[in-house]
Each structure stands twice: as structure tokens, then as C-alpha cells.
């Protein structure tokens, strides 16, 4: 059984909205459950799920989120895309300054290149999340744990 490319840009999806993906070694179950740590609020209906997934599961592999420093690579990785000069030198001010997640994104979001953004961050999270998968020893679609 492996992991589909579907379910790789789902899980990227997934964790872009504040989860992290535990999956069932032995069955391929993906289950994904809010990222509670970083979390505020209630979390307890979180808490249990997980609770439930530890103590069902007998073997299961866990994808989180990019530490923040490889999602602040995706976004200056980001800036050979940009053609528009003006935009791409406030992008490079907004990532040498206090809060640039919150500005990037503010400001590359409201731009032409918004669409363009999301793509290139969708492609960045698949490339982490098989990186995760193989590092885990969790076969996926056009690679596997050998390759």
C-alpha cells in the first residue's frame, strides 16, 4: 500500500490549516488532528483524539508543520518567482524585518502573484511531507522509502 499523490496534497492542505497527520503504519489510515501545542483555546476534544490514536494505533508515523525556518526558505525561495521588481524588493524588506510571515503574506496574497504564491508553497509543503514520509519509513506514489 502507499501513500497517493492525492492524499500528499491533501495532508499538505492539512497541515497548512494548523493539523498534523498521524498514519496508521499498518493500515495507510491517515488521520489528521489539530496541531493543539501551538493552539489556543480549548483543546481537549483535540487532546483525546490523540490519546485515542496513540493507544489504538500499535505503530504510526506523525507529519507536522515546517519549522519555521525552513518555511521562511519557502518564502525566500519564493522570490525567484517573482518577475515584478518592485514587489519582489518589498518582499525582500519584509523578510529582513520583524514579523515577515504576517507581511508576506498580507502582502504577496494581495498581489498578482497570489495564485502564483499558493501553488509555489503547495509544491514546497508536498516535497516536505514526502521528505517526512521517507524519513518515517511510509511508502508514497513516484518514490518510496528505498528510492
Known amino acids: 500500500m502507499l501513500i497517493t499523490a492525492?492524499?500528499?496534497d491533501e495532508m499538505a492542505q492539512e497541515i497548512e490549516a494548523?493539523?498534523?497527520i498521524y498514519?496508521?503504519?499498518e493500515t495507510y489510515e491517515i488521520k489528521p488532528i489539530l496541531d493543539w501545542e501551538d493552539s489556543i483555546g480549548d483543546t481537549d476534544v483535540w487532546e483525546e483524539e490523540e490519546e485515542s490514536i496513540v493507544e489504538e494505533w500499535a505503530d504510526f508515523?506523525?507529519?507536522?508543520k515546517m519549522e519555521s525556518w525552513e518555511a521562511f526558505r519557502v518564502?525566500?525561495?519564493f522570490l525567484g518567482e517573482v518577475q515584478d521588481e518592485e514587489l519582489q524588493q518589498d518582499l525582500v524588506r519584509i523578510?529582513?524585518?520583524k514579523r515577515p510571515f504576517a507581511n508576506f503574506k498580507a502582502v504577496v496574497e494581495s498581489s498578482a502573484y497570489r495564485e502564483n504564491w499558493f501553488d509555489f508553497r503547495s509544491k514546497?509543503?508536498?516535497i516536505y511531507i514526502k521528505e517526512q514520509l521517507k524519513?518515517?519509513?511510509v511508502e508514497f506514489e513516484n518514490g518510496s522509502t528505498s528510492s
Open 6 to 8: 492525492k492524499q500528499i
Open 135 to 137: 524519513a518515517e519509513g
Open 18 to 20: 494548523g493539523m498534523k
Open 75 to 77: 518564502m525566500e525561495d
Open 23 to 25: 498514519i496508521n503504519r
Open 61 to 64: 508515523a506523525v507529519v507536522t
Open 95 to 97: 523578510l529582513e524585518r
Open 124 to 126: 514546497a509543503s508536498q
